[in-house]
């Protein structure tokens, strides 16, 4: 690159972090800080998921009460009072005499169903099944934001500490061009290694400038899924770094077992069962009772009792093939829900030694990267030493430095998919690791 093109890529590069500079540093006093724990707690309450899930579990309460009450007696209580006009022709007086006449009347009855063909029972084993499988699924549910939340509050903290590495690297750079320029004073080393030092600055700068935008779309994620107006800084904790030893065998086990997946797929395989079971009580005949009691009368003080009692009995012989369309769909929906079980089964089994085979990917780059981190610090002194001295070139500095810079990265983004692979077993079990 020649003196010219040089100077270019500083001028363009001064005016870009100039521009940037004033505006990203404020940005974080106004922001709020949450650590994980906070940001699961707010996601959980917030999140549109969330309140759907548990929005079904209410309704599934609903309908096991309302199972509850067919066995019980239905009761209804009415009255009224009606007032009529009358016209007639009085013999005597030769004339049409006007009138009015006003009636009372209650009544108090109630019906209890005997026997529906066990459709109650049916009813009252499905509706305990629908319940079952919305509580399973707001497990699941919830396991799947606190993912997620986790997710967003990781990336918030990479972010926050990649802008943290930007901004040493421009401590370096500026330190860099500094001893450039009193080389050059001195007549120890040439224009070129200044014009050089500063690119690296401009680079630097850059890169400040990329992280803060990275940081800023982090933090309005993470805001938004735990339902805060405004940018949130996640605080990151000293336990987020430590490295857990697991037991895959055991885990598996445990997956299979617990998994909020697995078992929502059960509680709807056993909540289409009980459907199967509602339809087959169609075919039976079902027995009621009637009683009621009414009172009727021109007069409040002269009102003359009645009752009437019921039993009935219905048996539906054919009704165009209803009832066989009905328990054929949840025929149908059963094989489909097993069928899912199975899946989810597979699928988790399957999902478990990806996130594993991650972790353990992710728990090595962790350690080769703290080591590759050191070296670079090293190394970086030592070809600063040896410019100082003039037994290295400029080159060779700044291939330290930016070195050095990419072993920060690297150590950031192993942490990061560490992190990340954890919360998806997490998920996957239904536990804390």
């Given at each position: 690159m020649n003196s010219k093109s040089m100077y270019v890529v500083l001028?363009?590069?001064?005016?870009?972090?100039?521009?940037?500079?004033?505006?990203?540093?404020?940005?974080?006093?106004?922001?709020?800080?949450v650590t994980l724990d906070?940001?699961?707690?707010?996601?959980?309450?917030?999140?549109p998921g969330m309140v759907q899930a548990r929005g079904q579990v209410r309704n599934a309460a609903a309908s096991k009460r309302q199972v509850v009450g067919s066995w019980l007696p239905d009761l209804r209580v009415s009255t009224g009072m009606s007032t009529n006009s009358t016209r007639r022709f009085d013999a005597n007086t030769q004339r049409t005499v006007s009138g009015s006449s006003t009636s009372f009347s209650s009544s108090l009855s109630t019906s209890l169903v005997l026997f529906d063909g066990f459709s109650r029972l049916a009813e009252g084993r499905a509706a305990s099944a629908d319940l079952a499988s919305?509580?399973?699924?707001?497990?699941?549910?919830?396991?799947?934001?606190?993912?997620?939340?986790k997710q967003a509050f990781f990336n918030a903290l990479a972010a926050e500490e990649l802008v943290r590495v930007a901004r040493t690297s421009i401590e370096r750079a500026a330190e860099q061009l500094k001893i450039s320029k009193d080389k050059l004073v001195a007549g120890q080393a040439t224009r070129s290694d200044t014009l050089r030092s500063r690119v690296e600055l401009a680079n630097a700068q850059l890169q400040e400038l990329n992280a803060?935008?990275?940081?800023?779309?982090?933090?309005?994620?993470?805001?938004r899924l735990i339902g805060v107006d405004g940018l949130i800084r996640a605080v990151g904790e000293e336990h987020l770094r430590n490295i857990v030893e697991l037991d895959t065998t055991g885990l598996r086990q445990e997956?299979?077992?617990?998994?909020?997946?697995?078992?929502?797929?059960?509680?709807?395989?056993?909540?289409?069962?009980?459907?199967?079971?509602?339809?087959?009580?169609?075919?039976?005949?079902?027995?009621?009772?009637?009683?009621?009691?009414?009172?009727?009368?021109?007069?409040?003080?002269?009102?003359?009792?009645?009752?009437?009692?019921?039993?009935?009995?219905s048996w539906p012989l054919f009704n165009r093939f209803s009832r066989e369309l009905n328990y054929t769909r949840?025929?149908?929906?059963?094989?489909?829900?097993?069928?899912?079980?199975?899946?989810?089964?597979?699928?988790?089994?399957?999902?478990?030694?990806?996130?594993?085979?991650?972790?353990?990917?992710?728990?090595?780059?962790?350690?080769?990267a703290e080591a590759s981190?050191?070296?670079?610090?090293?190394?970086?002194?030592?070809?600063?030493?040896?410019?100082?001295?003039?037994?290295?070139?400029?080159?060779?500095?700044?291939?330290?430095?930016?070195?050095?810079?990419?072993?920060?990265?690297?150590?950031?983004?192993?942490r990061l998919d560490y992190l990340v692979a954890k919360a998806q077993i997490e998920a996957l079990v239904g536990r804390e690791l």
């Open positions: 001028a363009s590069a001064a005016v870009v972090a100039l521009a940037a500079g004033p505006t990203a540093i404020p940005a974080h006093a106004q922001t709020r800080s906070e940001a699961v707690t707010m996601a959980i309450q917030t999140q919305a509580d399973a699924s707001l497990v699941n549910q919830q396991f799947q934001v606190i993912l997620q939340t803060e935008t990275q940081l800023a779309t982090a933090q309005a994620n993470l805001a997956s299979l077992d617990r998994s909020p997946v697995i078992q929502q797929a059960l509680a709807a395989a056993r909540a289409a069962d009980a459907q199967v079971v509602v339809s087959r009580a169609q075919y039976f005949p079902s027995l009621s009772a009637s009683y009621s009691r009414s009172w009727a009368g021109n007069s409040l003080t002269e009102l003359n009792p009645s009752w009437s009692a019921r039993l009935s009995l949840s025929t149908v929906t059963r094989d489909a829900a097993h069928a899912q079980a199975e899946d989810a089964r597979r699928q988790v089994n399957a999902q478990l030694t990806q996130y594993l085979a991650a972790l353990e990917s992710a728990q090595t780059r962790v350690e080769i981190h050191a070296a670079a610090e090293e190394d970086l002194r030592v070809q600063r030493e040896r410019y100082r001295l003039g037994a290295a070139t400029i080159v060779e500095v700044l291939t330290s430095q930016v070195s050095l810079d990419q072993a920060e990265i690297d150590r950031i983004q192993a």
